[in-house]
């Protein structure tokens, strides 16, 4: 009984419990054998790091070697363990068969006939072992972790990239190209710690670069005989900044022309960080806020980031009419006289290529306050236009003029201030109206000046600060214009602010006095305060001041052009 309850429990065992095996399985024919090698070249190269920022404006490059190897290739095996377990219906059989074989020899064979006994129980056993022998797997071989390169199949090259290590002094050149310019050629550099660095800011002048976003240079690197190119963006090496070009120009609040925006004005010289451009107006940064400047009164140009830091700009205040000298105190010196009649046309509001006019209204507005407190001429009989836009509304204006007067003699004085130029074909002056059309802001100051001449005026004087945008050698240009008036009318005279190839400077130090007026406007209003009246005189006073003033503060001539009668009085 002993013996059946330990064969059960030894079966159970077996049966529950199973057994394991373990095998080597080729998993690769060709595994790299990264223990067997051989170094078959070494070369050194550089990596370029980073980026190229205006806070940061180095080239980076870290010196690396690309080491070539030859590895043996052989057959890998890994070893795994598969579980077993007996299969129940095979086991159920055996131990049937063999418990009936056991029986059978033990109850039906001859005592005498031992042979027969043993060899049915020996049936019996190879019949319950054999059951237990047919197992069934359990699950997927699980690998073992162990593995074993076996034979060699054959060779792997491949390349490594690792950190240099040199004992001797590496350096490496480089040439930096803006189109076709050569900037900087063949210079070298040390390779320090495995580092190159190239610090643009020590290569290159940023006043070589024009103010456009879209730029770029190109860095050619030569080390080790490789050749490594880049294109550079300007923008990520400097960044952009305007400076003020004209002699003045409005900050204004918002884009657009308008006296209502004007925040201050800037002089010449001053510089801003630029935020964006957006065609004929700049964004641009003053203090902590974002303001505009016309797109024509600035200049783009590039600089380090730490430039912000050091920003030299210029305001002027924008103080009210009466602020300045000229402005206040203005004396009478004649009674109103209704025979005088004043024409004034002030074009300030330019745009497009032609900058803002600074101080071209304040101007017009001074001229008209002294014809109408010093000159005698009463406010009713003064016309004035601003920003005319061309020979259309020039002509209207004229046309009202002749309206009003008619018909009856006059003493007139008319008074331009604006933009001219000089036809290279035909030497003929035109004042130039706001309109960004160019032919259609043409107004011929020929057709215009024969009008003035045809009206019945028995006194004619023209007050002419034109600002001249194209430069003439020809001074015969204004003389026959003039003669335009001088040859008809004889009590006329004709002033011009300069000669054809001068401009007409404001009356504005770069940090000291502003007047807030051109250089010849000003002198002529302070002629007539001063109580010079006849035309000998203001053109002695206009002659002695503006140029002078001129070459001392821009360094640059200006000389009024007098035609026709200095024997006329302005009050007489």
């Given amino acids: 009984m002993n013996k059946t309850i330990k064969l059960i429990l030894i079966s159970s065992f077996l049966f529950f419990y199973g057994c394991s095996t373990t095998t080597w399985i080729v998993e690769n024919q060709e595994e790299v054998d990264r223990g067997n090698y051989k170094l078959l070249d070494s070369k050194l190269f550089l990596q370029k790091t980073g980026s190229i920022t205006p806070e940061l404006p180095v080239a980076q490059f870290r010196l690396l070697s690309a080491n070539t190897f030859e590895y043996a290739q052989r057959v890998k095996t890994d070893r795994y363990i598969q579980k077993y377990r007996p299969r129940f219906g095979y086991v159920v059989l055996g131990i049937g068969a063999s418990a009936l074989g056991g029986y059978t020899a033990l109850k039906f064979t001859d005592d005498n006939k031992q042979g027969q006994k043993i060899a049915l129980l020996g049936a019996s056993s190879a019949l319950l072992g054999i059951s237990f022998l047919n197992m069934k797997p359990i ?27 040199v004992s001797s002094e590496q350096i490496a050149a480089y040439t930096i190209k803006f189109g076709d310019r050569v900037l900087v050629n063949n210079a070298t550099s040390r390779i320090t710690n495995n580092s190159l660095s190239i610090n643009f800011l020590e290569d290159l002048n940023p006043d070589v670069f024009p103010g456009n976003e879209d730029i770029a240079i190109d860095l050619e690197v030569v080390f080790n005989d490789s050749l490594y190119s880049y294109n550079v963006p300007i923008k990520s090496i400097f960044e952009p900044f305007v400076v003020v070009k004209s002699q003045v120009t409005a900050l204004r609040n918002k884009p657009g022309i308008s006296s209502s925006n004007v925040l201050t004005d800037l002089a010449q010289g001053s510089q801003l960080k630029l935020v964006e451009d957006e065609g004929d107006w700049i964004k641009v940064l003053y203090g902590i806020s974002e303001n505009w400047v016309s797109a024509s009164d600035i200049d783009i140009i590039w600089r380090p980031s730490q430039f912000s830091r050091e920003l030299s700009v210029v305001a002027i205040p924008n103080v009210p009419f009466g602020s300045v000298d000229v402005e206040r105190d203005i004396p009478n010196l004649a009674e109103d006289d209704r025979r005088k009649w004043g024409f004034l046309i002030a074009n300030q509001g330019y745009s497009g290529n032609l900058a803002e006019k600074a101080y071209a209204h304040r101007d017009g507005e001074l001229i008209e306050k002294y014809l109408n407190t010093a000159l005698g001429v009463v ?18 204006g004229f046309n ?128 007539v305060k001063k109580g010079n009246t006849s035309w000998a005189d203001i053109k002695n006073y206009l002659d002695r001041n503006v140029s002078f003033t001129s070459r001392s503060i821009f360094n640059s001539a200006q000389d009024i052009r007098f035609f026709g009668s200095d024997s006329l009085s302005l009050i007489d």
């Fill in 139 to 165: 699950g997927d071989p699980k690998p073992t972790g162990e593995t074993k390169l076996l034979r060699k199949t054959g060779e792997y090259v491949d390349t490594d990239t690792l950190n240099a290590t």
């Fill in 379 to 396: 406010p009713t009989q003064t016309i004035k236009f601003q920003d005319i836009s061309g020979s259309q509304t020039a002509r209207n």
């Fill in 400 to 527: 009202r003029l002749v309206s009003r007067v008619n018909s009856r003699e006059i003493d007139l004085i008319v008074y331009f201030n604006g933009y001219a130029e000089i036809d290279p074909q035909t030497d003929k002056v035109y004042f130039l109206g706001t309109s960004t059309d160019s032919l259609a802001s043409r107004i011929d100051l020929n057709s215009f000046f024969d009008g003035f001449a045809n009206l019945p005026v028995q006194k004619l004087s023209i007050i002419a600060d034109l600002d001249f945008v194209n430069s003439s050698p020809n001074k015969d240009a204004l003389a026959l214009l003039a003669a335009t008036i001088t040859n008809h009318v004889p009590n006329s005279n004709v002033v011009f602010s300069s000669n054809t190839d001068q401009r007409s400077y404001l009356y504005a130090e770069p940090n000291g006095v502003q007047k807030r007026h051109s250089i010849f406007s000003y002198f002529f209003a302070d002629a």
